[in-house]
């Protein structure tokens, strides 16, 4: 699986607003802490905005704020919001005979692959992936 | 001593306020009120299930393999249970805890029941020498999964598969 950069950086950014729920952060901040381009990440905030998931905070210090719940938001709320991750087999539509066997079979596992993606996604919420971080950091992982 | 938990935990509220819940193993006395919240949870009354699994979970000879707790409030509401199981060899898998079922009362979520539930369970797995507890949930089950992720379970080596017998 390989996340578009809209996903990595929306992760970036509610994970690293939801491990200080209490303080905000200015997009120029996040975008220099993940070394990423400031230009993409504010597009990435402002849909993170719109969905709800952060919110503005406007006036001296302003920037943004985390505002779920880091026990109740999983990656899949934060990444669906930028792409489906339903894997596409590029093919005609029009196929008949052996094309046809082989596109149904390969769809068949996508169909497969794409439940489990999702189902793993959508069971890891904000609080267990950063604790994900934290006990691999202490174990030196 | 394995299959004798007895312990009084507090459960956190939403308000930071705290509420004595019981551990303890379920007796058939139990029954009523473990299919009432079952019942509650799934909407499916499974009287004659729950009547065999307390039989036989609460089997006095079985007390090292099996392990039926339930949960209780100060005034002796049942309002969660966990059962496990420690099985060896199916599947190819060493010795290992299973957690077949866990339920807390929907009034009573967000309190930390479960995690009472399953660290008393994995207290009794441990004293048998188990190093490792499993469970089994419907990939589209988001509550139980990312509980079960939270308490530091995630994916393990082994894939579950099925087929329709039409």
Known sequence: MKLQKASRYALYAVLHLASAPDRQHSTAEIAQEYGISIHHLAKVMRTLVRSGLIESVRGVGGGYRFAGNVRRTTLWDVIHEFESLESDIDSPDALAGTAEIVISGLDSVNSEIDGLIRSTLDSITLKTLLRYGVENLERGV | ?166
């Open chain 2, 1 to 166: 001593m394995p299959g004798t938990a007895q312990n009084n935990k507090t459960a956190k509220m939403n308000n930071n306020n705290r509420i004595a819940i019981d551990i303890r193993p379920a007796t058939v006395a139990d029954s009523a009120a473990i299919v009432a919240l079952d019942a509650e949870i799934t909407g499916t009354d499974k009287s004659a299930y729950w009547t065999d699994i307390l039989e036989r979970f609460t089997d006095s000879a079985m007390r090292i393999q099996r392990h039926f707790l339930v949960a209780s409030s100060a005034n002796d509401e049942l309002v969660g249970f966990v059962v496990g199981e420690i099985r060896a060899w199916e599947f190819g898998s060493p010795p290992c805890g299973w957690v077949l079922a866990l339920s807390v009362s929907p009034q009573h979520r967000e309190l930390g029941i479960g995690s009472l539930l399953l660290d008393a369970l994995s207290v009794e797995f441990k004293a048998a020498g188990i190093a490792t507890i499993r469970t089994m949930v419907l990939s589209t089950d988001k509550v139980n999964l990312s509980f079960f992720r939270g308490e530091g379970l995630s994916a393990g080596p082994y894939i579950e598969l099925e087929k329709r017998l039409d």
